[in-house]
DNA sequence: AAAAGCCCCTGGATGC
DNA sequence: TGCATCCAGGGGCTTT
């Protein structure tokens, strides 16, 4: 489910009421995909600063300490205010009360994580956060950033947007999304873009992101926000899971292939 | 440095 | 109804 506009999303549903709360206890259930890193009695006591995001990382501040909250591919988080009893649901796997309410991550195939780091310079933090790209839609992400960074790549531009050390945050959908909206295959070898391919892509996917946080996150099934407010109306999928269906502009069939184990969804003719 | 494969895990959809 | 198979929004790690 969450790409970087679902993240954001999430981040934006916790940030306000989790500033300044006092962490009471902590449970974590089945093992996730890094154990914590530290007993759960050592986040006692914290006071949340501030909750950031890095790519697909949601960094909770605690000044010194940071706690990194990754929802994998189906994680997500809720957010049970203060004062409203909490019911285990299957799949918790992180349970965090604190005097503003309870943050719970659930996460059926437990590949989310939540990491302690004992501060903002620990070897963990490094490296997960390390080698990651440029944020998407900060004026760090350039057209002449993207040529340059795809000129020495042999890979697919498809494979090249996911793989997260140019640009974070476009996961699966949105990578497809934005490849059809600057009408460039997801087969195109990196080095081939030209600078205008370059801009187009670059407009695209800040484009296409933006406008998913806005709708409040998009997915193929409902999201909701962390303190379970939905309402929020499904973005329109351009070419992805429309394999066989038309194309939105010239209604030839979308295509679907498979790379590196992942489905792309193009329009053979809009596409080149 | 870059790229390709593997793996972690559960659940829903599909097909026999 | 039961069971096997395939597929899913991610990404770190190992090997080439």
Partial sequence: ?????????????????????????????????????????????????????????????CEPEVLLVHLGMSGSLRLVPFGEPYSARTHDHFVMQTSRGTLVLNDPRRFGAVVFAKNAQAPIVKKLLGKLGVEPLS?????????????????????????????VGVGNIYASESLFL??????????????????ALCSAVKAILSRAIEAGGSTLQNFSNPLGESGYFQLESRVYDRAGEPCRVCRSPIKHIVQSNRSSYYCAVCQT
């Fill in 1 to 61: 489910m969450p790409e970087l506009p679902e993240v954001e999303v999430t981040r934006l549903g916790v940030v306000e009421l989790l500033r300044g709360a006092l962490v009471h206890s902590v449970k974590m259930g089945k093992p996730l995909r890094w154990p914590l890193g530290a007993r759960e009695s050592r986040l006692q006591g914290l006071q949340i600063k501030d909750i950031a995001r890095r790519g697909k990382y949601l960094l909770v501040h």
């Fill in 182 to 199: 600057a009408k460039i295959r997801p087969t195109r070898i990196s080095a081939k873009l030209t600078q205008r391919q370059c801009s």
């Fill in 139 to 167: 004026e760090d992400f350039t057209p002449t950033l993207l040529y340059k960074a795809l000129k020495s790549r042999k890979t697919s531009i498809k494979q090249a947007l996911l793989g997260g050390t140019i640009v």
